[in-house]
Nanobody, 121 residues
């Protein structure tokens, strides 16, 4: 089994900051990319940012300059530092890992359960 567990969500005022964490655990042989996605009320899930094992990042235009993704490969953990938060950033944030299980021959997508981020005054 592979589990991804997010933490760090909550309520913050506009202009504030939050740091999300996502730790992967279980029978993991290797992790390729990791990333954050979000789904706002009445919206489809969208990409926020991704990061490869080597540290190459990609992020949505709406968060560039405000959000920073990073990872600790030794801890199988990915982070999302969110600054200058706006009400439109309100969403459930999901972590995804492209993971090769110890008992598998193929990488597969694994998702966390999501963490709520609410930006409101």
């Amino acid at each position: 089994q592979v589990q991804l567990v997010e933490s760090g969500g909550g309520l913050v005022q506009p202009g504030g900051s939050l740091r999300l964490s996502c730790a992967a655990s279980g029978s993991i042989f290797s992790i390729n990319s990791m990333g954050w996605y979000r789904q706002g009320p009445g919206s489809q899930r969208e990409l926020v940012a991704t990061i490869t094992t080597g540290g190459r990042t990609n992020s949505a235009d709406s968060v560039k300059g405000r959000f920073t993704i990073s990872r600790d490969n030794a801890k199988n953990t990915v982070y999302l530092q969110m600054n200058s938060l706006k009400p439109e950033d309100t969403a459930v944030y999901y972590c995804k890992g492209v993971i090769l299980r110890a008992t598998s021959s193929r990488f597969a997508d694994y998702w966390g359960q999501g963490t709520q981020v609410t930006v409101s005054s």
